[in-house]
Nanobody
Framework: QVQLEESGGGLVQAGDSLRLSCAAS????????MGWFRQAPGKEREFVAT????????YYADSVKGRFTISRDNAKNTVYLQMNTLKPEDTAVYYC???????????????WGQGTQVTVSS
């Protein structure tokens, strides 16, 4: 079982940037895609971004397209989410997850981190 641990969350002002990291450990596997999701209070967990094993394929939710960038360093077993021009509506707990392939559905991901809180004040 692979363990995922997110870091980098915090409290920022609107317009600021943050970079989240997700480190994988344990029984890491090759050829898996990674995704970022978020969940705001009282809302369902929603897709943010996903990246293929090689990094050649990425997909983003419309709400973050042009502002967020997902990337990965397989040598470090780490995936990143660079978040620019943050908005108050980006406030949520952010989770990273692993999947056999790129996907936007929560159900396609079989390993999850504990999440990191991102709060954007106006």
């Amino acid at each position: 079982q692979v363990q995922l641990e997110e870091s980098g969350g915090g409290l920022v002002q609107a317009g600021d940037s943050l970079r989240l990291s997700c480190a994988a450990s344990g029984r890491t596997r090759s050829n898996y895609a990674m995704g970022w999701f978020r969940q705001a209070p009282g809302k369902e967990r929603e897709f943010v971004a996903t990246i293929s094993w090689t990094g050649s394929t990425t997909y983003y939710a419309d709400s973050v397209k042009g502002r967020f960038t997902i990337s990965r360093d397989n040598a470090k077993n780490t995936v990143y989410l660079q978040m620019n021009t943050l908005k108050p509506e980006d406030t949520a707990v952010y989770y990273c997850a692993a999947s056999p392939g790129v996907a936007g559905n929560v159900g396609r991901y079989d390993s999850w981190g504990q999440g990191t809180q991102v709060t954007v004040s106006s």
